[in-house]
């Protein structure tokens, strides 16, 4: 009896710890993990912080990496063709990934999905396949293949309406809700002040020009 309730007792343990780890390898993706900090990343790419741009002040930080190729070889070794970062304050809450052409050419969807569910486990759902010729040209940019997904985190397989590659959207479901609600004040304060801003630009401009050219009327010579 000791033995059995020993058994169903690790076997409980066991069930419970799944969700767990599942969130651990849906936040990470190769070297990066979501939640991560910008110096880390820069770590890890072998980045300046001259190569991040950003938008609204430091709130939303971007950074485009393009794994190095192996020495002797004409493309990655390892198909990744780039990978998009996004922070918001900072905090890595977005990966997005590009992968190289020719190393995914012929592939199915199917295919990829197997792939992926190798390492991550099956997907949640799983978007029903859509005839290239029935897709709009005024329709979304990338289409959902299959998701991953966990309370915290979304994995997506994603596959361009325009060019066929498939990718990869890793987001932290929080982050990117809270991401999403500040860019939408961020623009909506743009557009408020906005005017007021440009009419602030004409009147330095009109003023540095005034400046430049009453100091060049006491210099100038014909």
Avoid at 18 to 26: E, I, K, S, T
Avoid at 55 to 75: D, K, M, N, V, Y
Avoid at 100 to 105: F, P, V
Avoid at 125 to 154: D, F, H, L, M
């Amino acid at each position: 009896m000791k033995t059995i309730r020993n058994s169903i007792l690790s076997l409980m343990i066991l069930l419970l710890t799944v969700p767990v780890l599942c969130a651990q390898d849906l936040s990470k993706y190769r070297s990066f993990s979501l939640g991560a900090k910008l110096p880390s990343v820069l770590r890890l790419t072998d980045q300046k912080l001259a190569d991040v741009t950003g938008t609204h002040g430091i709130t939303f930080q971007e950074l485009t990496w393009w794994p190095p190729s192996a020495q002797g070889t004409p493309r990655s070794p390892d198909s990744v063709e780039q990978i998009l970062f996004s922070f918001y304050n900072g905090e890595l809450y977005r990966i997005a990934v590009t992968y190289d052409q020719g190393s995914t050419e012929g592939l199915t969807a199917d295919d990829m999905v197997k792939s992926i569910s190798a390492k991550y486990g099956p997907p949640a759902i799983v978007t029903p396949i859509v005839e290239a010729g029935t897709i709009s040209r005024y329709e979304e940019k990338e289409k959902s293949v299959a998701t991953w997904e966990n309370a915290q985190c979304s994995f997506n397989l994603v596959r361009s309406t325009f060019t066929d590659r498939f990718g990869l959207v890793i987001y932290s479901k929080l982050i990117n809700s809270q991401a999403q609600l500040a860019n939408l004040e961020a623009t909506k304060l743009d557009l408020q002040e906005g005017p007021q801003r440009e009419v602030d630009r004409q009147k330095k401009q009109a003023d540095d020009l005034e400046i430049a050219r009453q100091k060049n009327r006491k210099s100038f010579r014909p």
